[in-house]
């Protein structure tokens, strides 16, 4: 079993930036794919971004050109830097991990809150 830690949340104005941790409690290297998915209040949760264990990279259309997920298989770390920041984006966002292909986004961590407001 996986266990995720997020951090790097916070309150940012719009148009500011912030970069999300993500702490694996083991070994990521074989991992098929890595995710941020978030979810804002009386909404469903939603896929922000994903990266697969070679790299490939899958984001949601509202997200694109301001966030980047990327991952560290070395230090067991997967990251979301995020710009350009809305007020749309606020909520809560959580890592989470899909072991194989075969398999579903099943493993998450606690989440962290983003919270865009001027």
């Known amino acids: 079993q996986v266990q995720l830690v997020e951090s790097g949340g916070g309150l940012v104005q719009p148009g500011g930036s912030l970069r999300l941790s993500c702490a694996a409690s083991?070994?990521?290297?074989?991992?098929?794919?890595m995710g941020w998915y978030r979810q804002a209040p009386g909404k469903q949760r939603e896929l922000v971004e994903t990266?697969?264990?070679?790299?490939?990279?899958y984001y949601t259309d509202s997200v694109k050109g301001r966030f980047t997920i990327s991952r560290d298989n070395a230090k067991n770390m997967v990251y979301l830097q995020m710009n350009s920041l809305k007020p749309e984006d606020t909520a809560v966002y959580y890592c989470?991990?899909?072991?194989?292909?075969?398999?579903?986004?099943?493993?998450w961590g606690q989440g962290t809150q983003v919270t865009v407001s001027s």
């Open positions: 083991g070994s990521i290297a074989s991992i098929y794919a």
């Open positions: 989470s991990t899909r072991i194989t292909i075969n398999q579903a986004f099943n493993y």
């Open positions: 990266i697969t264990r070679g790299g490939s990279t």
